[in-house]
C-alpha cells in the first residue's frame, strides 16, 4: 500500500483573507498559484503577509543567574567562587597576546582560557540546579 504524501498549506483562510509569512512565496506550488489568484482575484479576498515572533532564546546565563541571586547574598558569592580560576586563566591569556608574539603559545592560552571558562560555567549551571532545584533554574531561563 503506497503511503500518502503529506501535504504542507503554505498559507490559511481566515475571515475572507490569504493569510502567509512573506518566506513561503518561494515554496508555493503552481496549485497553490492558482488557487491564491482565485481567491484574490476573483472572490477579493485580501492578501495578508505576517511576520513570525521571533522566538526567544531561553537560555541560561550568568547574567541571569546573578539577577536572580542578588537576593541571596551566600548564593551569589558561591556562584561567582567558581569562576576565581577561569577569571586567572582568561587575565594570563591577555597578558600573553599583549607581550608575546609567538602564535602557538597565544593559540594554547586561548584553548586554555575557553576550556577554563566553560567548565566554570558548567559547575555554575550544576551548583544552582543543586542547590535551587529544576524548577527554579528553569524559572531563571525563562524569566530573567
Do not use: C
Request: charged share 45%; glycine share 2%; hydrophobic share 30%.
Amino acid at each position: 500500500m503506497a503511503r500518502k504524501k503529506k501535504e504542507i498549506k503554505h498559507y490559511q483562510l481566515i475571515d475572507n483573507k490569504v493569510v502567509m509569512e512573506e518566506k513561503d512565496i518561494v515554496n508555493l506550488t503552481e496549485n497553490e498559484h492558482i488557487e491564491i489568484a482565485f481567491y484574490v482575484k476573483t472572490l477579493g479576498y485580501e492578501l495578508v503577509y505576517i511576520v513570525p515572533e521571533p522566538k526567544k532564546k531561553n537560555y541560561f546565563t550568568v547574567e541571569k543567574a546573578e539577577k536572580y541571586l542578588k537576593k541571596d547574598k551566600a548564593g551569589l558569592k558561591k556562584f561567582r567562587d567558581f569562576r576565581k580560576n577561569a577569571d586567572k586563566v582568561t587575565a594570563e591569556y591577555k597578558d600573553i597576546k599583549k607581550t608575546s608574539n609567538d602564535e602557538s603559545k597565544i593559540k594554547e592560552a586561548r584553548k586554555a582560557m575557553i576550556t577554563a571558562q566553560r567548565e566554570a560555567f558548567i559547575k555554575q549551571k550544576e551548583w544552582f540546579k543543586d542547590t535551587y532545584g529544576i524548577e527554579e533554574y528553569d524559572k531563571v531561563r525563562k524569566e530573567y
